[in-house]
Each structure stands twice: as C-alpha cells, then as structure tokens.
C-alpha cells in the first residue's frame, strides 16, 4: 500500500511569489492534515480538510490556504510569501476523522523563500 | 488548550543503554497520546499511540511508553539503544474539542546513540 505523497519535494521562491503543495492521502483515507515544520518551531498545524471541507485551521495568516479536491488529495497555497515561510511542509492523513486518530506522514516538501 | 512539554531537546546515550525521553501533558479531559520518530530527511513515522486502553503501550522497534495520569507524563523507553534508534522524537497530544483530530507536537527530543 502506498504512503502518503508530496510533490514536489523541494520547492525555491523569492519572497512575494505563490508556492502550491500537493499531497496525495494513503487510499482510503478522507482526513488531511498540513503541519508546518520550521526551525526552532517545532510542528505547528496548518490545516485540517475532511471530506473536502476545512474542518479547523491553525494559527497562521489567510494568505495560508488550500483545498481537497474529491479524490481527497489537497492542496496547500501560500501567497505572498515571507522569508519566515521558509520550512518544511507536511502532510499526513488518517482514516476516518475521529475513528482511528493516528495520522500518517508524508516526507514533506521544504519550501525555499529566498 | 492542550499542550506537550518536552524534557530535554537533546538527549545521548550509550549503544546499549536505557533510552528515555520525557513528555509531559497538559489537558483538562483525557487525551490520546502518540510518539512519532523523524529520521534525516524524512517524514514522521508514528511510534505508539495511547487512546484510554492499556496504560502500558508497546510500539514498533522495540519501544513503549507508559501514560500516567497522576504526572500527566507519557515518557517514551526502549530497554537496550541501537545506533539505528538516532533520530528526532516526537511526542503529540489531540484535542478532543475537535474530535481527537488535531494533534500538538510537543518541541521534539533529538537522540543521539554514543558507540
């Protein structure tokens, strides 16, 4: 059974530019979740999508956005982008919202702001 | 608001040695708990889960972590290191005001294994 995948698997922009993320659950699953990982920061969530519906999002500014498309792969686009924005990016998906509870992990996309 | 404390953001130890690494939590319901792994350059791979089953939960590559109510800890052990075991770890607590979905990652441990 495949992981969960991400594309592309790194990612340089200058500051100002859009960045577009995508991640492909593991089959069968309907919940993504977008963390992100920057240094000294820990994981910080992003955004959680189910059923193609954004269920709940972290504390991160509007220019921080996505989708899940009805396959339930997702999308996650940052506009304007800052130098802080520089980070790992990672996507994991679970089963069934509230059900299983554990999260799957992709490898991430690292996202360049230069 | 739920919240993970991790001891320790280093940690080393002797191949062969006692590994443990200390989560402690914060939340006013019961929680489940989860420890992932990252190695270099790669995603999180989840170690254990604690969901108000047994209070001792044993995982993949030789580790377990007890959760104790009374500390609110849920620190992670593995009996005898193996210089594979170096990586970053990871503790989680989920919010059950959003149906146990959405995870906090405690800061992270990095462990390193001394030959």
């Known amino acids: 059974e495949a992981g969960v995948t991400q594309s592309p698997t790194h990612l340089i922009k200058t500051r100002g530019q859009q960045a577009t993320l995508r991640c492909s659950p593991i089959?069968?699953?309907?919940?993504v979740y977008w963390y992100q990982q920057a240094l000294g920061l820990g994981l910080q969530f992003l955004l959680w999508y189910d059923e193609g519906e954004e269920r709940n999002r972290g504390n991160f500014p509007p220019r921080f956005s996505g989708r899940q498309f009805p396959n339930y792969s997702s999308e996650l686009n940052v506009n304007a982008l800052e130098l802080e924005d520089s980070a790992l990016y990672l996507c994991?998906?679970?089963?069934?919202?509230?059900?299983?509870?554990?999260?799957?992990f992709g490898p991430g996309t690292r996202l360049t702001v230069t | 608001a739920q919240s993970v404390t991790q001891l320790g953001s280093h940690v080393s130890v002797s191949e062969g040695a006692l590994v443990l690494l200390r989560c402690n939590y914060s939340?006013?319901?019961?929680?489940?708990l989860f420890w992932y792994v990252q190695y270099p350059n790669q995603g999180l791979q989840l170690l254990l889960k604690y969901t108000s089953a047994a209070t001792l939960v044993k995982g993949i590559n030789g580790f377990e972590a007890e959760f104790k109510k009374s500390e609110t800890s849920f620190h992670l052990t593995k009996p005898s290191a193996h210089m594979s075991d170096a990586a970053e770890y990871f503790c989680a607590v989920s919010d059950p005001n959003f149906g146990n979905e959405k995870l906090t990652f405690g800061t992270g441990t990095r462990l390193t294994i001394i030959p």
């Open positions: 994991a998906s679970s089963l069934i919202a509230g059900v299983t509870y554990e999260q799957y």
């Open positions: 939340s006013s319901v019961p929680p489940y």
């Open positions: 089959s069968g699953h309907t919940s």
